[in-house]
């Protein structure tokens, strides 16, 4: 039974419609695995009950020959995502107790085409970070280690459980949200694929905000088929959600064709920094030449505007979360200390209910938003993000799919970026601009680092093209044969 | 009409500003779903949206910009086809989200104009700054328990218009005008019910004085005047602190005053210092508000007729008075009414009966036109009895009363109470003689020279007729039987 937590996503989907198994079962080894694999911390709140009884439910449905696209599927889901009487933290101690009496439309979507709730994944706090070190609830291990090193890594963020979960076998797959590289970093660092869709293919409705002009919402699964399978479970137009795109939700599985004749691509000049670890510039040059070895032509192209895009990302995303985050007041729900004014109770209700790189960024926020620095910081900041955004567009009149790398560098180890930020921010330097211009981004991994660590490859794609984005990288996962897992004990 | 306070270094000038808050009337919040009905108990209408619960976000509600575009097209103003929703960042208990989405660089509504119709049949016209929607917050209630404050979100999420005019009012009697000129554009257009007492209009005044032709000087914010009366008030006192002030060689400092109606005077709030960043910026859960022309077209085309095209309507077709003409455009239903009564008769007689007899016998009787006993069409009728000379004007006003009182059609007392106006000449001439011959005295003092006496006479005949002699009948036949 336990190798049950080794199909992929379509593989239990098969499985579960020719009654190999059942959903009963798959979930039994999951919660097993869970159990085994607590000490990852990559949940912050487990629901097996819940899952059971979901399961039951799908088998029920399985029988009737009913079944949902995620049917029976356990999965993990990112503890941002309200979910209706199920915790959700948003890895803040600002939330505790708090219970949503909602269901986000993304988790519903998931739970209305069968998918099984595993639990609630581990985050860096409110998302904000790259390695989900800044969880109240701790840090979520990277089920991977460099060879010969029993250091413990980061496993990346900030949608880091989801990412450990899956790499780990505790999740079939996971949501993730991605906001300057939230799901497609920690893929990378954990050896799975994640893909980030468009602005506006799936809703933000019931998705805790950190900056709403970038939070998109995206599967985090074993491989790009999977992926594929969960993004179309997972978008669509929502009337709720006002930046949701309405447009019809193509049939992702069916892009994967494995034919990439013609296709042009792109690498970005811009994206071979000074000083880029020659490890990663070899994966990338790799890459490109199975891309070329199937039938694409690969053509350098540049996009002139990369340089200022971290930088424009601390201005926008901190801007929008200092005010997002002004509804954690202590008025209404989660934590409240009490103060002897109201301005007293704010005052000591956020500076407990926060932790730093949170407050950080409320404080950043807060400056570039001010009168007499507005126009220098969040003006600038805009036009900028609109000049990374008509980069892409030129860009994307000689190509049809960039490919860059996910991340700089492997994942990392635990506590060793912390004293730092900015160190700590370039980790998000590939992955930052395709947020900015609001572009689908797939991490697939595609080697292994000298330290035995598993990288990334990032594919950029038009705006609501994820197919293109899929199905290329579906030819780099084939070329690339990743079929390395971490060692778990 | 010019205002003057006469100071000790010369004429000093006020210069008025309104920013208005008008709660538009739909039947859900700007962003969320939730009920908007005045009065209900406290937070039963409240959607996740309204309390600012995590992963919620706003919807803009199509009838709210429909409204604001429709008062925008009401008020002559610029219609703009892109307008942009932003964030002013402030904390406070009522205020759920930690902020209130508004409108800032870009509102829905640019400039326009309003005319002022003043006392005298004067016009002013005053310029429309802008007019943009945003959200109104909750109610903190400070005074129900002893140490907490208790709060009611049933108002938070609720659409307002913030109507802005251009520092042109120069008079406390012109801030009242733009008033209650603005609250009749808006009931007549339907998109706010101009209730100041419910606060479903509320006032900020700007207030500021200086010398004639001198260029503006620092004003003050008086926050929330909840009536027209308060907001002259608050203007007249305000404007005479300022000139107190700069009199005595101070200089007044931008702030923002609350008026205190009890003690009619305004008192600071908080100062220029301690005002808010409130860090505005475009909320990104919306999308630019953006609709085409035929979109502003569509709405044009439903558009009522309003005051000011009424009024020039009723003065040329009707040939009332300016004064008159505005008096009856400022209700849409006295107009209607007016309306209804003057077809087809006399302008100047249906005016007179339905401002000063109707309007008057109501407000004796505390009723508004809409719960008047004497309906339009009766009105027009007991005018149409004098113009037959079945009513003299004096009967008619009689008849009228019993109108009032009773509700019946004026034919219908006329005949009950056998009130029709007596124009037999034999049967005057009877009642003259007997008059006479019963003050013969008084006939010779007349015949003797005291003409005077002879409207005696008229009142003595006309009593004697319980009113119906013709009155004009009456006159002749006497002079010519007294004075031959």
């Known amino acids: ?489 | 009409m010019s205002y003057i306070i006469k100071g000790n270094t010369g004429d000093w000038e006020v210069v008025i500003g309104l920013e208005v808050h008008a709660q538009v009337i739909s039947n859900s919040k700007l962003f969320s779903g939730a009920d908007t009905t005045f009065g209900a108990e406290p937070n039963s209408q409240v959607s996740f949206v309204d309390a600012g619960f995590p992963g919620m976000l706003p919807v803009i509600n199509a009838k709210c910009v429909e409204q604001a575009v429709r008062t925008g097209l009401g008020l002559k103003a610029k219609i703009n086809n892109r307008s942009v929703f932003a964030r002013k960042n402030y904390f406070y208990a009522d205020l759920p989200q930690g902020y209130q989405i508004s409108q800032y660089e870009l509102p829905i509504v640019g400039e326009g104009t309003l005319i002022l119709d003043m006392p005298d049949g004067s016009t002013r016209a005053v310029g429309i700054e802008r007019l943009h929607l945003e959200q109104d917050a909750g109610k903190s209630m400070h005074d129900q328990h002893p140490n907490k404050s208790l709060i009611d979100l049933n108002r938070s999420g609720v659409a307002l218009m913030e109507i802005v005019s251009k520092p042109d009012m120069r008079t406390p009697e012109e801030a009242g005008a733009y008033l209650r000129k603005l609250r009749a554009i808006l009931r007549y257009l339907g998109s706010c019910d101009g209730n100041m007492e419910e606060g479903s209009m509320r006032c900020d005044v700007n207030v500021s004085v200086r010398h004639p032709g001198e260029e503006f000087r620092t004003r003050c914010e008086i926050k929330n005047v909840n009536s027209v009366r308060f907001v002259m008030q608050a203007i007249e006192h305000e404007a005479a602190r300022h000139v107190e002030v700069y009199e005595s060689g101070g200089d007044i400092r931008q702030e923002t005053r609350l008026f205190d109606p009890s003690r009619g005077e305004t008192r600071s709030m908080r100062s220029k210092e301690q005002a808010h960043d409130y860090r505005y910026f475009p909320d990104p859960d919306l999308l630019p508000l953006e609709f085409d022309d035929a979109y502003v077209e569509a709405i044009r085309a439903t558009l009522p007729e309003l005051p000011d095209e009424k009024k020039e309507r009723f003065i040329s077709e009707y040939g009332i008075t300016a004064y008159d003409a505005t008096v009856l455009v400022m209700d849409q239903e006295n107009s209607a009414f007016f309306e209804t009564v003057a077809k087809g008769r006399d302008g100047k007689t249906a005016v007179a009966w339905v401002t000063t007899n109707l309007f008057g016998s109501l407000n004796k009787r505390g009723l508004s036109v809409s719960d008047s006993p004497v309906s339009a069409t009766q009105l027009g009728q007991l005018i149409d009895l004098v113009a037959d000379n079945t009513l003299s004007t004096r009967l008619a006003k009689d008849v009228f009363e019993i109108m009032m009182d009773e509700g019946k059609d004026p034919s219908v007392i006329v005949e009950e109470r056998g009130m029709k106006q007596v124009t037999d000449t034999s049967a005057i001439e009877a009642a003259c003689d007997q008059v006479i011959a019963a003050n013969a005295e008084k006939a010779d003092e007349v015949r003797n020279g005291k003409e005077k006496l002879v409207a005696w006479f008229v009142g003595q005949v006309m009593k004697a007729t319980q009113g119906k002699a013709n009155p004009a009948m009456l006159q002749e036949i006497l002079k010519k039987k007294l004075l031959g």
């Open chain 1, 1 to 489: 039974m336990t190798t049950l937590t080794d199909l992929t996503l379509a593989q239990a989907r098969d499985g579960l419609r020719n009654k190999d198994f059942t959903a009963r079962e798959l979930t039994e080894s999951y919660i097993a695995a869970m159990d085994k694999h607590r000490d990852l911390n990559a949940y912050i709140t487990e629901t097996p009950e819940l899952a059971l009884a979901q399961a039951a439910e799908s088998d029920a449905r399985l029988a009737k020959g009913d079944a949902g696209a995620m049917e029976g599927l356990p999965i993990g889901m990112k503890d941002l995502f309200c979910t209706e009487g199920v915790l959700t933290t948003a890895g803040s101690h600002i939330l505790d107790g708090f219970k949503p009496p909602y269901e986000s439309t993304v988790s519903a979507r998931l739970k209305q085409a069968g998918a099984v709730l595993l639990g609630k994944t581990n985050l860096d706090e409110f998302a904000m970070g790259s390695s989900n070190e800044t969880s109240y609830y701790g840090a979520s291990k990277n089920p991977w280690k460099a060879t010969g090193d029993d250091r413990d890594l980061v496993p990346g963020g900030s949608s880091g459980g989801s990412a450990a979960a899956v790499a780990a076998r505790i999740a079939i797959a996971a949501t993730g949200t991605d906001t300057g590289g939230s799901i497609r970093q920690p893929a990378a660092y954990c050896g799975i694929t994640g893909i980030k869709p468009t602005y506006g293919r799936c809703s933000r409705w019931g998705i805790i905000a950190y900056a709403s002009s970038l939070d998109q919402a995206g599967p985090m699964t074993r491989d790009v088929r999977d992926a594929a399978i969960m993004l179309g479970a997972m978008s669509g137009y929502d009337p709720k959600d006002s930046t949701s795109a309405n447009l019809p939700v193509p049939d992702f599985e069916a892009a994967l064709t494995g034919n990439i004749k013609g296709l042009r691509i792109g690498l970005p000049k811009e994206y071979r920094p000074e000083g880029l670890s020659p490890e990663i510039a070899a994966l990338w040059d790799r890459g490109a030449q199975w891309l070329k070895d199937a039938g694409a032509e690969v053509v350098e192209i540049s996009l002139p505007h990369t340089k200022y895009a971290l930088a424009t990302y601390y201005v926008i995303a901190p801007a929008e979360c200092s005010s997002n985050l002004a509804r954690y007041d202590g008025v209404r729900f989660g934590l409240r200390v009490e103060g002897s004014s109201l301005d007293e109770m704010y005052m000591k209700t956020r500076a407990a209910g926060f932790g730093t790189e949170v407050q950080r960024r409320i404080m950043m926020g807060t400056y570039v938003l001010s009168a007499g620095y507005y126009d220098a910081y969040y003006l600038k900041a805009q036009k900028v993000r609109a000049l990374i955004a008509q980069d892409f567009r030129q860009a994307f009149e000689q190509v049809d799919v960039i490919l860059a790398p996910t991340a700089p560098t492997p994942a990392f180890g635990m506590g060793e970026n912390m004293a730092d930020p900015i160190t700590m921010y370039l980790n998000d330097v590939f992955t930052v601009p395709t947020s900015l211009a609001g572009l689908p981004g797939l991490s697939v991994p595609a080697g292994l680092s000298a330290t035995g660590l598993p990288l990334g490859l990032q594919l950029i794609g038009k705006p609501f093209d994820e197919e293109t984005v899929l199905r290329v990288g579906g030819v780099i996962e084939d070329a690339a044969g990743f079929t390395a897992k971490p060692t778990l004990a």
